[in-house]
């Protein structure tokens, strides 16, 4: 007799959330460079692969990491660093000859969830963020013009919350929401 498998939501998908809690455990050879490629194979409008990445691993290049973790305002200033790779993404809002890529930043937040998503494949989680100096990122790192900071993210195995002040650690163990299905979906017209 067969048995049909119920569908289900993918394993990596379920697991996948944005801790601040991680492990200082090196990232293993090779790891770095599955992530950059799973971006690399991410869908494009008109395959323009409008994204770039400064990434550094703190055991491997320590100046290139200090220098990104320099950029984080705010909290992501006390708990990223001690993740061990960090991660800049930039759009290329701009193509060589000075005209707009319109697709440019959604492209590359898709870069980033495929990214995101061979993280969790691998046992490793990623945090996104927007709170960074993005000045200072694109002076420190020569940044070209068409090409804009979209967010810096951690990457590493979890943590212990109790590694976390205590406004941080509450925020960890409290998963954030989501807007039901109904909300956000329509088989017609908004709201129907
Ligand atoms: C574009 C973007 C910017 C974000 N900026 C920050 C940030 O600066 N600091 C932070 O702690 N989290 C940041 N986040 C993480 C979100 O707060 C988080 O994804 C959201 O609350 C949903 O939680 P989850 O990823 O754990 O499901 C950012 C996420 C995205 C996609």
Not at 21 to 43: Q, S, V, W
Not at 112 to 125: I, N, R
Not at 168 to 178: D, P
Request: proline share 8%.
């Amino acid at each position: 007799m067969t048995t049909l498998n119920q569908p289900r939501l993918s394993a990596l998908v379920e697991a996948r959330y944005s801790p601040r809690a991680f492990a200082p455990t090196a990232l293993p050879d090779g790891y770095a460079a599955l992530l950059l490629e799973a971006a690399r194979r991410a869908p494009s409008g008109g395959n323009a692969q409008p994204w770039r990445f400064v990434y550094a691993e703190k055991t491997r290049h320590p100046e290139v990491f200090d220098k990104l973790a320099e950029t984080l305002t705010g909290n992501n200033r006390i708990w990223a660093p001690t993740a061990p790779m960090l991660v800049a993404a930039f759009a290329q809002d701009l193509n060589a000859e000075g005209k707009p890529i319109g697709s440019a930043r959604y492209d590359c937040g898709a870069a980033l969830a495929w990214l995101t998503v061979q993280a969790q494949e691998l046992g490793l989680y990623v945090h996104q963020m927007g709170g960074f100096d993005r000045q200072n990122l694109v002076e420190a790192f020569a940044v070209p013009q068409g090409f804009v900071p979209v967010t810096i993210s951690a990457v590493g195995y979890l943590g212990h919350p109790d590694s976390l002040p205590e406004d941080l650690r509450e925020r960890e163990l409290s998963r954030t929401g989501r807007k039901p299905l109904a909300e956000i979906a329509f088989t017609g017209s908004f709201n129907s």
